[in-house]
């Protein structure tokens, strides 16, 4: 059972401690897929993916905000977004969103 601290107001935050980095973990190495690391290929840490998780959304919004529109940015195949108007419960904010994404088709070749 993972535990959430739901004290936060911090919704960049909040979103890592919901999201499930260890069912990554499994997935990345059920499929062999590694990062490059300093001293070559390997498998990043759980730590080191919520790191990269983290930076990705801060990015995201940040660019956003620079640019007045939704952004998604995505390495390692982590997807982080940011949408200005948000949805939900928090149209009135923007809203964020963490994906990992595994594969991806569009109609164009």
Known sequence: MKIVNMATNDPIENIL??????????????????????????????????ARAKYLLNKAYDESMNNDEDETISTGGFEASYIRKGFGAAQSEGAFILRFVIETKDNEE
Do not use: I, T
Request: proline share 3%; charged share 30%; hydrophobic share 40%.
């Open 17 to 50: 401690d919901r999201f499930e980095f260890e069912k990554v973990y499994a997935v990345m190495r059920f499929l062999g897929w590694k990062w490059v690391q300093n001293d070559g290929m390997d498998y990043p840490s759980v730590k080191q993916m919520r």
